[in-house]
């Protein structure tokens, strides 16, 4: 059974329709990625699911109920979690005061210890390697921030863990870091929407890719069956795009092996 499903999602921004009758459906265990060009309706659809946006028609199922997000509060109660790009950390605050910022622990004091071990043991579900939790944060890699603001989201056990961006601006080694733990938060059965641009890593770790075009659904695609120009046909509109062409000449270009020598 799905662990999130949208139906006939539509928001408006006065005269501009951003999103309409979007549909979305996430399971348990499974990594979707939603992937378009610039204003195809995946920021609006992220703040929907995050609280930020409300939608003007259509409809929000939650393990098997149907509910309302009025703002984040409620995203995060329901079991929603949602890393924007940004990361939101504070640079100058240690990795353990930044997982617990705003839900610190100790009813009187902080209590330093429970936050600590309780650190360690966020990290090591992600089996994320980093070299101490009392570091700041302005001396961590992007990808090591990236793996702070993922374990930060665990801290309220989400059912559905939204990434937006995740990838961006890193490096080849950090991004494979970030990937590792996509894979890791699907295998601890957390269901993902991964928003990205970058379609060599939505084929290493998506299940499912949901392609938005102008605030519509343009197609639901299986990651590991879809080439990436089926992809960017669907992300354009137009199959005879120049990423098609290409590969349809490298294909052209490839002897037959039953062809003479």
Known sequence: MATLHLD??????????????VDLT???GQVVAIVGDNGAGKSTLVKVLSGVHAPDAGTI?????????????????????????DLALCENLNVI?????????????????A???????????LSA?????????????????QTVAIARSLLGDPKIIILDEPTAALGVAQTAEVLNLIDRLRENG??????????????????????????????????????SEEIVAAITGAADNVVAQRAA?????VPNEGAER
């Open 129 to 145: 390697k980093l070299p101490a939790v009392r570091l700041p944060v302005a001396a961590l890699s992007g990808g090591q921030r």
């Open 249 to 253: 000449r490298v294909q052209d270009a």
């Open 190 to 227: 957390h269901g993902v929407i991964m928003v990205s641009h970058n379609m060599a890593d939505v084929r290493a770790v998506a299940d499912q890719v949901v392609v938005l075009r102008l605030g519509r659904n343009n197609g639901v695609f299986d990651a590991r069956s879809t080439s």
């Open 61 to 85: 199922t939650f393990e098997d109920r149907e509910v309302t997000i009025p703002g984040p509060a409620a995203a995060h109660k329901l079991g929603i979690a949602t890393v924007f790009q």
């Open 115 to 125: 936050m600590e071990v309780r650190s360690w043991e966020l990290l090591r579900q």
């Open 8 to 21: 006939g999602i539509s928001k408006n921004f006065g005269a501009v329709a951003a999103l309409t009758d």
């Open 97 to 113: 005061e930044n997982l617990f910022l705003g839900q610190e622990l100790g009813p009187y004091r902080l209590d330093h210890v």
């Open 26 to 28: 996430v399971d348990a």
